[in-house]
């Protein structure tokens, strides 16, 4: 079965870090993209990567948030991304999702809450 599975979500500060895992099970993709919803808003875009290493990011989400992927030599798929998110704000509070790019494959989300 083909998913992809968050992971790293919790509670934390204002001013704090987290570290998401996006991992593709079954599959692997050419591009993973994070997305974030919070409630009453609409999901937008964090950032994504391609296999190569070439990133993209939300508006105004470069800075505070950093993709990567493993740094797995010659491969021309990705396994897994990561996001590392710093100087959280309660603004990021939000459930963090991973895509599949031009794809429908989502994974489940996972919770991020920043207290003030």
């Known amino acids: 079965q083909v998913q992809l599975v968050e992971s790293g979500g919790g509670l934390v500060q204002a001013g704090g870090s987290l570290r998401l895992s996006c991992v593709a099970v079954?599959?692997?993709?050419?591009?993973i993209d994070w997305y974030r919803e919070a409630p009453g808003k609409q999901r937008e875009l964090v950032a994504g990567?391609?296999?190569?290493?070439?990133?993209?990011?939300?508006?105004?989400m470069e800075g505070r948030f950093t993709v990567s992927r493993d740094n797995n030599k010659g491969a021309v798929q990705l396994e897994a991304v990561y996001l590392q998110m710093s100087n959280l704000e309660p603004a990021d509070t939000a459930v963090y999702s991973c895509?599949?790019?031009?794809?429908?494959?989502w994974g489940q989300g996972t919770q991020v809450t920043v207290s003030s």
């Open positions: 895509n599949a790019r031009g794809t429908n494959r």
């Open positions: 990567i391609t296999y190569a290493g070439i990133t993209k990011y939300g508006d105004s």
């Open positions: 079954g599959a692997t993709f050419s591009a």
